[in-house]
């Protein structure tokens, strides 16, 4: 298991941009890949996007073109920065570490960070 940590939450304004951090306790590239989730109220925990130890990186359809994944080996971090933020974008984003191709329930998670996109 990995701890993870995330930050850079906080309000913005629509069309703001946030970065968020995720800091890993141990080396990101154990693991197959790194990924960022989020979850509204009463909504499903939905996949945001993808970095994998390789360097691939792959975005859902609701963000795609705002926002870009990467990665400070070195550091152990990951960021998503994200641009042209929309209130839809609201939600607790989360880090994940995912171990095998498949998600399984050993795959660590960070305790979230709050995104809130308002005027």
């Known amino acids: 298991q990995v701890q993870l940590v995330e930050s850079g939450g906080g309000l913005v304004q629509p069309g703001g941009s946030l970065r968020l951090s995720c800091a890993a306790s141990?080396?990101?590239?154990?693991?197959?890949?790194m990924n960022w989730y989020r979850q509204a109220p009463g909504n499903q925990r939905e996949l945001v996007a993808v970095?994998?130890?390789?360097?691939?990186?792959m975005y859902a359809d609701s963000v795609k073109g705002r926002v870009t994944i990467s990665r400070d080996n070195a550091k152990n971090t990951i960021s998503l920065q994200m641009n042209r933020l929309k209130p839809e974008d609201t939600a607790v984003y989360y880090c994940n570490a995912q171990s095998r191709i498949v998600p399984t329930g050993s795959d660590s998670w960070g305790q979230g960070t709050q995104v809130t996109v308002s005027s």
């Open positions: 970095i994998t130890s390789g360097g691939r990186t």
């Open positions: 141990g080396s990101i590239l154990s693991f197959y890949a």
